[in-house]
């Protein structure tokens, strides 16, 4: 990677954490309007399992030690697909994305062959306004797969919960009960194992990858048909610090689709926000999903603000 004189390409610290920030302010506020990340992201990327900074993640420096750029992998569980990013700074390191994306596909080349794999898949999202980004990404061989849609409504106006239909019930988490925990894994599994892109986990892997943002057990929901296990809902406050709460997952057992069941767990998880001032509620939805969830989402008053595309490629294994 040729660098302009006085910049330096280094492998990132957490004593970086603050100068990385500032660069992925400057292309969330680029891509998406506002930042969307603050310190504590950053460093739970570099510091998540399965991440070595020192060989997953780059940092490029201007000759006065400002970061211009970061790029870095991502595997939360350890198995499946790889996902790359490459920040920058828009005015300033729009001509780094390409390099920094070929150094991390040559490390995720070394990755499969650690893996013992032939071969690994590597994703990485591109927003509307970033179409030098895209241009790079298919110059590299990547394919556009997929796209999701980011959706919200206002809580201001919330209608009262209506009833459920007839047999439906929704109710807490008991999130000190293992018992009912492990409920909660088992119908999510079930629910999105007819999903494209679902990477099952046991329950014990699943519970420690579990996120400290996702931990808001009293945001967490199942729901109940004539009390058999039908469907269950897990918020986190990732988007806390725009006064939104947050659908992580909606999951719903085939046998209790078309009955309700989606509609009165996102009903009662709204009125909760509601009932601690949040100002709007949020999720994403994958268009792929063979469940077509949105109609679902548009039912019960939430609209599209923005989408993200998914690109892909192989890449093979380093010797293979």
Do not use: C
């Amino acid at each position: 990677m040729t660098l302009p004189a006085g910049w330096a390409a280094r492998r990132p610290t957490l004593d970086d954490v603050p100068a990385i920030l500032k660069v992925v302010h400057a292309a969330d506020t680029f891509a998406i309007g506002y930042p969307d990340f603050d310190a504590e992201d950053v460093e739970s990327a570099l510091t998540a399992p399965f991440v070595d900074p020192a060989r997953d993640s780059w940092l490029v420096t201007d000759p006065d030690g400002a970061a211009v750029a970061w790029a870095i992998l991502a595997n939360p569980t350890g198995v499946g697909r790889e996902w790359v990013d490459v920040l920058v700074d828009p005015e300033r390191g729009a001509d780094l994305r390409a390099p920094l994306l070929a150094r991390l596909l040559d490390r995720v080349a070394e990755r499969a062959a650690e893996r013992g794999l032939h071969a690994l898949t590597v994703r990485t999202g591109v927003f509307a306004p970033e179409t030098r980004w895209a241009a790079d990404l298919v110059e590299a061989g990547f394919t556009r797969v997929k796209r999701y849609i980011r959706m919200t409504r206002p809580l201001a106006d919330l209608p009262a919960e209506p009833a459920p239909p007839a047999g439906v019930t929704v109710r807490p988490l008991r999130a000190g009960d293992e018992a009912d925990l492990r409920l909660f894994h088992r119908i999510f599994d079930t629910a999105f194992r007819d999903t494209p892109d679902y990477e099952p986990l046991g329950f014990e892997a699943w519970r420690e990858q579990i996120p400290s943002y996702g931990k808001v057990w009293d945001e967490w929901f199942v729901a109940e048909v004539d009390g058999a296990p039908a469907g269950a809902l897990q918020s986190s406050d990732q988007a806390l610090e725009h006064d939104m709460g947050w659908v992580r997952t909606l999951s719903v057992l085939p046998a209790y689709r078309r009955r309700g069941v989606g509609a009165a767990l996102l009903r009662r998880a709204f009125a909760t926000y509601a009932a601690k001032g949040r100002a709007s509620a949020g999720l994403g939805v994958d268009l792929a999903n063979p469940t077509t969830p949105v109609t679902l989402y548009r039912s019960v008053g939430l609209n599209e603000v923005r989408w993200t595309d998914m690109y892909e490629r192989t890449v093979t294994a380093t010797g293979v």
